[in-house]
């Protein structure tokens, strides 16, 4: 029984390479190749430095959506405006701010997401 098995086995293999081979040549190959998909990166510390707010340009939007969807209008006044001028910056400016730090680091560690879109 184990050496129908085996005898199947290489048969089926042997038959599946010989129809890849025959099914398409070389030439046909090349024709059907995908174009290489090219991955940009960005420099995360450069792109904090020029767009902390208060910043409108268009390439800082993805960022400062990050930054409102991470902390509240409160705590953004507090870290980049003036911090003193709330009554809770006593007792949450150093949290709010320890905060903001652990998101920057969390962007550094793992990029910048990107929206993606499910229609195409």
Do not use: W
């Not at 190749?33 to 995360?44: F, H, K, Q, R």
């Amino acid at each position: 029984m184990k050496r129908l098995l085996i005898a199947l086995a290489f048969g089926t293999a042997a038959s599946f390479a010989f129809a890849q081979e025959s099914y398409i040549n070389d030439d046909e190959a090349e024709a059907h190749t995908l174009a290489p998909i090219v991955v940009e990166g960005a420099d995360i510390d450069q792109m904090i430095y020029a767009c902390e707010p208060p910043n409108g340009a268009p390439e800082c939007a993805n960022f400062h959506e990050l930054i409102r969807q991470n902390f509240t209008p409160r705590e953004i006044g507090m870290l980049f405006g003036g911090a003193t001028a709330y009554a809770e910056y006593r007792t949450s400016y150093d949290f709010t701010r320890d905060r903001y730090a652990a998101f920057l680091q969390d962007l550094r560690e793992n990029g910048m997401p990107v929206a993606t879109s499910y229609r195409y």
